[in-house]
């Protein structure tokens, strides 16, 4: 009986399929009712403003997700959709602006310095330099991050001349650098780089084998490239336009190695000749970002000003004497790369900008492209209805507002930034970057995918997104290794605390003074959205790990390996640990965000976001199985919970997106009447 249930019903389903494929297929002549050249037969684009509610205010919610700068944000959007620089062309009835990707590699390149130019007349970077205090410095990021929205190579040119270069004089140098070079850096009447990376070290800065010494008959310094691995590689602005560049160079004082300082060099004449002794070639052509001149320098004992060597942290006399206050080299070292956390905090926010723009393209695509029917004469359903769909993308976009609010929370203590703060900066925007990048790759692909074919064609954008922020895996820190790093500073304070016999302060560790949190035995629906719960087992995971962490080092270390080999060796609970970190990290700043906001809806959805935010982290992390920190059981309830919450959320998908506040330009045709952009018309147009 049960074969012949089964058979029957395959059969049903067999029969069922056949009815809807023939009503797909059948010759609409056929039917007497109606005439071939009726447009209902044909899909008709039905904006989704028409049927989706708003059961929130979109313009309260994106000063939440935004955060600062709004004025100044749409002041900048509206500067480039006016501009014809900025490549506007009129899909649909609409006008889209985003770069021309069919240009050549040196198009784009003199395309990124014509609408630097065209900014920079409209006083768009005032005060990038010169300004001071938390307001300036956000402003400065607020439209950093509307310039990416538009073309990440443009946002990395200048991110290179004023974050690096710029803030190299800034932080590195004293007030002799400000006062030469800073004004003249915001005007453009020089152009910056950035040489560190070299073709053999790239992470491990303190291996660079560039070399400075010091001539003291001449009150000079000399740089040179001592051999092929030490050529400068990958310098953002070097291949084409920059005409100084900041060197890191092993500084060698009377054959004594002083470790990493950073000098200016200058590398062309103001009408773009290269520099005698500097050999200077391009890197190529790139999967993206091909509006950055990358380039590669060598120096053939080039001699500089003893004044250009960036003297904050240390100083060479005229006589050739090494001054500094720091003795220790290591303090030294580090005191060097803390100012370097702004390109992290940047590329931090860039991703998630750019994950809103695919989750805002796909989402919008999603509520009006249809596939199939549920029955045989039923409509065709929208994508966005499949409960596959909705899970697929709604988790993502809970992600993106989590970290949405934790690259605000970044920008907020790096301005306000004293040296006390410097190392929770440090871990924080070491976490943030990794994370986040690896977040936007992630949300980028599934994007792609989610639009079908329409994801591939390049003026829907999420394909060269893909392109452009790839490197942001690799540059600023490799993400594996920052990721090492924050569990090396957190086992650090772990042991600091053990040895002293002192309570966590810092990091967000407090949570490891209190009692263990403990996990009820059978989990509910109401359990499991409560901040109380979701709080708990990301303290929970956090503190075991961190303590299995430090008892693996400690193992290794007893079988007579040393420190750092010991860190090698246990990095598979070092990368459990790091992500246990961030994600608690990211929980406590929605939770405070969530906390701000008045009740009402607003904050009822936030709610929605944030458990489906914690939910999702405990679906996707196995550590959560592997350590025991919920059984399978309740796994089994917390999966549940996230397909629920994908219900709730699907109502609000379009008000989520729109609350992001990208305008309608900096998206793309399929994000709106796709119908109308694919006409025949359109090509005639």
């Given at each position: 009986?049960?074969?012949?249930?089964?058979?029957?019903?395959?059969?049903?389903?067999?029969?069922?399929?056949?009815?809807?494929?023939?009503?797909?297929?059948?010759?609409?002549?056929?039917?007497?009712?109606?005439?071939?050249?009726?447009?209902?037969?044909?899909?008709?684009?039905?904006?989704?403003?028409?049927?989706?509610?708003?059961?929130?205010?979109?313009?309260?919610?994106?000063?939440?997700?935004?955060?600062?700068?709004?004025?100044?944000?749409?002041?900048?959007?509206?500067?480039?959709?006016?501009?014809?620089?900025?490549?506007?062309?009129?899909?649909?009835?609409?006008?889209?602006?985003?770069?021309?990707?069919?240009?050549?590699?040196?198009?784009?390149?003199?395309?990124?310095?014509?609408?630097?130019?065209?900014?920079?007349?409209?006083?768009?970077?005032?005060?990038?330099?010169?300004?001071?205090?938390?307001?300036?410095?956000?402003?400065?990021?607020?439209?950093?991050?509307?310039?990416?929205?538009?073309?990440?190579?443009?946002?990395?040119?200048?991110?290179?001349?004023?974050?690096?270069?710029?803030?190299?004089?800034?932080?590195?140098?004293?007030?002799?650098?400000?006062?030469?070079?800073?004004?003249?850096?915001?005007?453009?009447?020089?152009?910056?780089?950035?040489?560190?990376?070299?073709?053999?070290?790239?992470?491990?800065?303190?291996?660079?084998?560039?070399?400075?010494?010091?001539?003291?008959?001449?009150?000079?310094?000399?740089?040179?490239?001592?051999?092929?691995?030490?050529?400068?590689?990958?310098?953002?602005?070097?291949?084409?336009?920059?005409?100084?560049?900041?060197?890191?160079?092993?500084?060698?004082?009377?054959?004594?190695?002083?470790?990493?300082?950073?000098?200016?060099?200058?590398?062309?004449?103001?009408?773009?000749?290269?520099?005698?002794?500097?050999?200077?070639?391009?890197?190529?052509?790139?999967?993206?970002?091909?509006?950055?001149?990358?380039?590669?320098?060598?120096?053939?004992?080039?001699?500089?000003?003893?004044?250009?060597?960036?003297?904050?942290?240390?100083?060479?006399?005229?006589?050739?004497?090494?001054?500094?206050?720091?003795?220790?080299?290591?303090?030294?070292?580090?005191?060097?790369?803390?100012?370097?956390?702004?390109?992290?905090?940047?590329?931090?926010?860039?991703?998630?900008?750019?994950?809103?723009?695919?989750?805002?393209?796909?989402?919008?695509?999603?509520?009006?492209?249809?596939?199939?029917?549920?029955?045989?004469?039923?409509?065709?359903?929208?994508?966005?209805?499949?409960?596959?769909?909705?899970?697929?993308?709604?988790?993502?976009?809970?992600?993106?507002?989590?970290?949405?609010?934790?690259?605000?929370?970044?920008?907020?203590?790096?301005?306000?930034?004293?040296?006390?703060?410097?190392?929770?900066?440090?871990?924080?925007?070491?976490?943030?970057?990794?994370?986040?990048?690896?977040?936007?790759?992630?949300?980028?692909?599934?994007?792609?995918?989610?639009?079908?074919?329409?994801?591939?064609?390049?003026?829907?954008?999420?394909?060269?997104?893909?392109?452009?922020?790839?490197?942001?895996?690799?540059?600023?820190?490799?993400?594996?290794?920052?990721?090492q790093q924050v569990s090396k500073a957190l086992i650090a304070e772990y042991l600091v605390a053990q040895k002293r016999k002192k309570p966590f302060k810092g990091l967000g560790l407090e949570h490891m003074n209190e009692a263990c949190p403990v996990i009820p035995a059978q989990l509910t629906a109401s359990i499991v959205r409560s901040a109380e719960f979701q709080t708990a087992i990301f303290r929970l995971r956090e503190r075991d790990l961190l303590t299995r962490f430090a008892a693996e080092v400690s193992n290794h270390q007893a079988q007579g390996q040393n420190k750092e080999y010991a860190f090698i060796l246990s990095y598979q609970v070092a990368e459990d640990l790091a992500r246990a970190f961030t994600e608690r990290t990211l929980l406590q700043i929605f939770l405070d965000t969530e906390a701000a906001v008045s009740d009402g809806p607003l904050k009822n959805v936030l709610g929605l976001l944030r458990s489906m935010y914690a939910l999702i982290c405990l679906e996707e992390d196995a550590s959560f199985l592997r350590y025991g920190y919920l059984s399978p059981e309740?796994?089994?309830?917390?999966?549940?919970?996230?397909?629920?919450?994908?219900?709730?959320?699907?109502?609000?998908?379009?008000?989520?997106?729109?609350?992001?506040?990208?305008?309608?330009?900096?998206?793309?045709?399929?994000?709106?009447?796709?119908?109308?952009?694919?006409?025949?018309?359109?090509?005639?147009?």
């Amino acid at each position: 009986m049960a074969s012949q249930s089964s058979s029957s019903s395959s059969m049903d389903q067999i029969s069922w399929r056949t009815s809807v494929l023939a009503r797909h297929l059948r010759d609409p002549s056929t039917n007497s009712s109606s005439s071939p050249l009726e447009p209902s037969i044909c899909l008709q684009f039905a904006a989704p403003e028409l049927s989706e509610k708003l059961d929130f205010d979109v313009e309260s919610m994106r000063r939440v997700t935004d955060g600062h700068n709004l004025e100044d944000r749409d002041w900048l959007y509206g500067m480039i959709i006016q501009s014809s620089l900025f490549c506007p062309r009129d899909r649909g009835g609409r006008v889209f602006v985003s770069p021309d990707y069919n240009q050549s590699m040196e198009q784009q390149r003199e395309m990124t310095m014509k609408r630097i130019g065209y900014m920079l007349d409209r006083g768009v970077f005032e005060g990038w330099l010169t300004g001071r205090g938390p307001e300036s410095e956000m402003r400065k990021f607020a439209l950093l991050e509307v310039i990416g929205l538009f073309d990440q190579s443009l946002a990395v040119k200048l991110g290179v001349h004023f974050f690096l270069w710029g803030g190299a004089i800034q932080f590195f140098g004293t007030k002799r650098h400000h006062d030469k070079w800073l004004k003249d850096t915001e005007k453009y009447l020089i152009k910056g780089c950035f040489a560190m990376t070299e073709l053999g070290h790239g992470s491990n800065v303190r291996g660079i084998e560039t070399v400075t010494t010091y001539d003291s008959s001449t009150g000079e310094f000399v740089v040179n490239t001592p051999c092929e691995s030490a050529q400068k590689y990958w310098i953002g602005g070097a291949a084409n336009h920059a005409t100084h560049t900041i060197v890191f160079s092993q500084l060698n004082i009377n054959g004594t190695s002083q470790g990493v300082h950073a000098f200016i060099v200058q590398i062309r004449e103001a009408d773009g000749t290269i520099r005698p002794n500097i050999r200077i070639a391009d890197c190529g052509h790139k999967i993206g970002l091909n509006g950055v001149d990358n380039g590669r320098i060598w120096f053939d004992n080039v001699r500089i000003p003893r004044e250009n060597l960036l003297n904050r942290v240390a100083d060479v006399s005229a006589d050739g004497q090494y001054l500094s206050s720091i003795t220790d080299p290591d303090q030294r070292f580090a005191a060097f790369l803390a100012p370097l956390t702004s390109g992290r905090v940047t590329i931090s926010v860039s991703a998630i900008y750019s994950a809103k723009v695919s989750l805002a393209i796909a989402i919008r695509y999603a509520l009006t492209r249809r596939a199939f029917s549920i029955s045989p004469n039923g409509p065709e359903v929208l994508l966005l209805d499949y409960p596959t769909h909705q899970r697929r993308l709604l988790p993502l976009v809970a992600k993106t507002y989590a970290m949405g609010f934790g690259g605000s929370y970044l920008k907020s203590i790096y301005v306000k930034r004293t040296p006390e703060a410097n190392k929770v900066i440090h871990v924080v925007s070491s976490a943030f970057k990794a994370t986040f990048t690896w977040h936007n790759m992630r949300t980028l692909q599934e994007c792609r995918e989610a639009c079908g074919g329409q994801g591939l064609k390049t003026e829907n954008r999420i394909g060269h997104l893909k392109s452009d922020h790839d490197v942001q895996s690799t540059f600023e820190g490799d993400n594996n290794v920052l990721m090492q790093q924050v569990s090396k500073a957190l086992i650090a304070e772990y042991l600091v605390a053990q040895k002293r016999k002192k309570p966590f302060k810092g990091l967000g560790l407090e949570h490891m003074n209190e009692a263990c949190p403990v996990i009820p035995a059978q989990l509910t629906a109401s359990i499991v959205r409560s901040a109380e719960f979701q709080t708990a087992i990301f303290r929970l995971r956090e503190r075991d790990l961190l303590t299995r962490f430090a008892a693996e080092v400690s193992n290794h270390q007893a079988q007579g390996q040393n420190k750092e080999y010991a860190f090698i060796l246990s990095y598979q609970v070092a990368e459990d640990l790091a992500r246990a970190f961030t994600e608690r990290t990211l929980l406590q700043i929605f939770l405070d965000t969530e906390a701000a906001v008045s009740d009402g809806p607003l904050k009822n959805v936030l709610g929605l976001l944030r458990s489906m935010y914690a939910l999702i982290c405990l679906e996707e992390d196995a550590s959560f199985l592997r350590y025991g920190y919920l059984s399978p059981e309740n796994a089994a309830v917390v999966r549940k919970e996230v397909t629920k919450l994908c219900s709730e959320l699907r109502p609000r998908a379009l008000s989520l997106v729109s609350s992001f506040g990208i305008p309608n330009a900096f998206l793309s045709p399929i994000a709106f009447d796709w119908i109308a952009a694919n006409s025949w018309a359109s090509v005639q147009h």
